[in-house]
Each structure stands twice: as structure tokens, then as C-alpha cells.
């Protein structure tokens, strides 16, 4: 059978392709999934929910309470009311949803380089042409001149991602009302994605759910509530097109996943102490390896502001990917920054989001590797 042309014009994921290089005593560097626990409240409240016949099909757009706790928890950035909520089944397939509701065939979509592996394939399954749009060395802020200059007639939308995966960059004000701007005088939506936006170590998060009038927003649970197996996210975005996004959610899932949700309705009331915690844990780890890179000779970090990622830059002349499998090789798993884009180039990604034994173990590896590839 001959799979459509769309699906076969996209590559296997980077990150994937590490995996599978992993022996079983390697030090995996390479997840973008916090090792903590969830907090107990929210499997407690999915069990409940199973164990009392919450099994069947619920709403499209998610349960009310559920809708509505989100809607409150995000009042932090802006007013809202559960009708600008929908709970979808996981960040990724919110991002979908939000290529297939919004892109028609031809539509140009302008995405982070670095950044996430999701956007430009989503962009192209939904028959969009991606261009990257360059982030700024060190600062990792998108480089404002640049999107500027990749806007033409067909331009539909503008990804930005703050925290940012892979960089740990986040996102100013300036730099944010600057896009606005661009977004407005050329008539183009905003999709931003803010699933890290619980994990910013200094300074603030600048969402984009005050502007649901050119955003979109999606966000997820994954992150937030260290649940990357139970398929969580949320899409938030203006009532005008809520309703058509809901329509797109019936297509692809018909609801979410009905325990998963009440869990995460019991854990929303524990969150801020919860998150409180993690980020405390994951500033410790962001020193670490910050500290640890940055004495290694020939590799360079300024300490990420956000997310759980570390994107060094190296001064090697050798590709990314090859020095990710030679690293590999000896026993340390990291991603190549080629995988998120064309300015991904010249950078290794480590997550962070592993406890400090993992994270020293996986820095010997890597001063070792780096010191013996500089003296031959
Ligand atoms: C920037 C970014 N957006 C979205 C996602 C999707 O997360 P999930 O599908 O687990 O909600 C991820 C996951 O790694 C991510 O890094």
C-alpha cells in the first residue's frame, strides 16, 4: 500500500532516532518529560473517576468543571471563562488541531528554528509550506528582523514558543508586543505554544492569552503535572473560533479522556505549591548542568531562563548529529540541535529533567568525549 505523498515528504523525528541508539546503562539526557511524581491528588482523582463508571465518551470540548478550573488557573495572564478552554488529548495533537482548523493548502506558516520537531510536519500535513524563522544566539528571542522578512502574501501564521523548547529561551515583552505588531499590520494569527510556562527561573511568563483576538494559545498537562503518559493538553482561544475548534476535536478524538480529566480537576487546587516545588528542583538541576557545560573547554551555555532544556553551543568542526552518536556510543543520550531546525546547527539539547547523579554522570561523558575529540 503506498502511503499519501504529505506523509511520506516528512522525516522520522531526531529525537526518536537517539532512542534508539540508547544501550540499557546509558545516561539519557535526551527525554522532554519531568522525572518527578504527579502530584497524588491527581491520580487519586482519575482512579476515583474509573472506579465510579467514568468510562463512557464525554464532551467534545472537555468537561465544564474542567473547563472552567483551567479557565481560572490561567486568570494569572487574562480574563477568562471555561468557552475559551478546550481540554484536548495531549499538547501535540492541540497543535494539530490548530494547523488543521486555521491552514489551507499553499498557506505559509513561520516557525522557531530552533525550535519544537512538531511544527513544520504539522504545517505540511495540513498542506502549508513551513519557513524558519531564526532565533537570536544566546538570548534565544526570536530575531524580530527576520520574521520580518519572511512575510509575504501567503503568510497564515506565526508559531512562537516561550519557554522554549529546545533552547530554554524566553520570551520579553518587548519582543512579544514587537510580534504582535507584525502579526497585526499584516493581518497573520498568532500560535503559541506555552506547555513550559509553569518553568521560567527568572523574570516572568509573557503569554499570549490576553490577545485571543490574533492568538491562539495552546498549553498541556504533560509538563505541568509530570504526566506525560496520560495524553493531556489544552487549547485556548477566542469564543469566535472556539466552536469550530471543537468541531475539529470531534474528528479527531470525538472527546478526551474522561478519569484523566477529573484527575487533573482534583490536582488543580495543590498546583501552585506543587509547581512550586518542581521549579525549585529544576533551577538546582539548570545550575548544574549550566555550571558543568561551562567548564568544559570548547562548550558554551548562558544559564536557560525557562522550560528543562540545556542548548549549549560547542566550537568543534563536526555536525551535530555526528557528535550526538559519538556521544552515544559512549553512553550518554542527548539530541542534536540539527533535529529543531537549520539554526539548530553548532548546539547539543540535554534535558534536564533528570535527578543530579544522572545529570554529573551524563557531564563526565560529555567533558571526557569533548576533551579527547579536541586533542586529536
Ligand atoms: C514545545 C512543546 N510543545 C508541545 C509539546 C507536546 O507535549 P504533549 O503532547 O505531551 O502535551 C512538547 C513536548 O515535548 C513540547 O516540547
Known amino acids: 500500500m503506498k502511503i499519501s505523498e504529505r506523509l511520506g515528504s516528512i522525516p522520522m523525528s531526531g529525537i526518536r532516532k537517539m532512542f534508539d541508539l540508547a544501550g540499557p546503562n546509558s545516561i ?36 465544564n468543571e474542567l473547563r472552567n478550573g483551567v479557565a481560572e488557573w490561567f486568570s494569572r ?24 482548523a486555521f491552514i489551507d493548502p499553499g498557506d505559509e506558516v513561520l516557525v522557531p528554528s530552533p525550535g519544537f520537531v ?5 504545517t505540511q500535513l495540513s498542506g502549508g509550506r513551513p519557513l524558519e524563522y531564526r532565533l537570536e544566539e544566546e538570548s534565544f528571542l526570536p530575531d524580530v528582523e527576520d520574521i520580518k522578512s519572511l512575510i509575504t502574501k501567503k503568510t497564515k501564521m506565526i508559531i512562537v514558543n516561550s519557554p522554549s523548547n529546545p533552547t530554554g529561551g524566553v520570551l520579553d515583552e518587548a519582543t512579544r508586543k514587537a510580534i504582535l505588531d507584525i502579526a ?8 503559541s505554544d506555552e506547555v513550559y510556562d509553569a518553568y521560567v527561573y527568572e523574570g516572568k511568563h509573557h503569554s499570549f492569552m490576553d490577545r485571543l483576538d490574533r492568538a491562539v494559545v495552546i498549553n498541556g498537562f504533560s509538563k505541568m503535572m509530570a504526566v506525560t503518559g496520560w495524553r493531556m493538553g489544552l487549547i485556548c482561544a477566542g469564543k469566535d473560533v472556539m466552536g469550530d475548534l471543537i468541531k475539529m476535536q470531534y474528528h479527531i478524538c ?32 539548570r545550575d548544574l548542568i549550566s ?32 557528535l550526538a552518536n559519538t556521544l552515544a556510543k559512549s553512553g550518554l543520550i542527548c539530541t542534536p540541535g540539527s533535529s529543531f531546525g537549520k539554526y539548530g ?15 554529573n554522570a551524563g557531564m563526565d561523558i560529555l567533558a571526557d568525549t569533548i576533551g579527547k575529540l579536541r586533542r586529536k
Do not use: C, W
Open 254 to 285: 470525538a472527546s478526551p479522556n474522561m478519569p484523566a480529566q477529573y484527575g487533573i480537576l482534583n490536582a488543580l487546587p495543590v498546583m501552585e505549591e506543587y509547581l512550586e516545588n518542581a521549579r525549585k528542583i529544576f533551577r538546582a538541576r
Open 291 to 322: 555550571k558543568r557545560i561551562n567548564e568544559i573547554e570548547g562548550m558554551h551555555i548562558v544559564p536557560p531562563k525557562g522550560s528543562f532544556y540545556a542548548f549549549p553551543s560547542y566550537d568543534l568542526d563536526m555536525r551535530s548529529e555526528d
Open 118 to 122: 512538531i511544527y513544520s510536519p504539522h
Open 345 to 359: 546547527e553548532g548546539h547539543l539539547r540535554f534535558s534536564y529533567a533528570a535527578d543530579e547523579k544522572k545529570i
Open 77 to 100: 495572564y487574562a480574563e477568562l471563562t471555561g468557552d475559551n478552554i478546550m481540554i484536548t488529548p495531549s499538547g501535540s495533537s492541540a497543535l494539530l488541531e490548530v494547523s488543521q
Open 184 to 191: 497585526e499590520d499584516n493581518n497573520i494569527m498568532i500560535l
Open 28 to 63: 539519557n539526557l535526551g527525554l522532554g518529560e519531568p522525572d518527578l511524581d504527579p502530584p497524588r491528588e491527581a491520580v487519586e482523582g482519575m482512579n476515583r473517576a474509573a472506579s465510579e463508571g467514568l468510562n463512557k465518551y464525554g464532551p467534545t470540548a472537555g468537561i
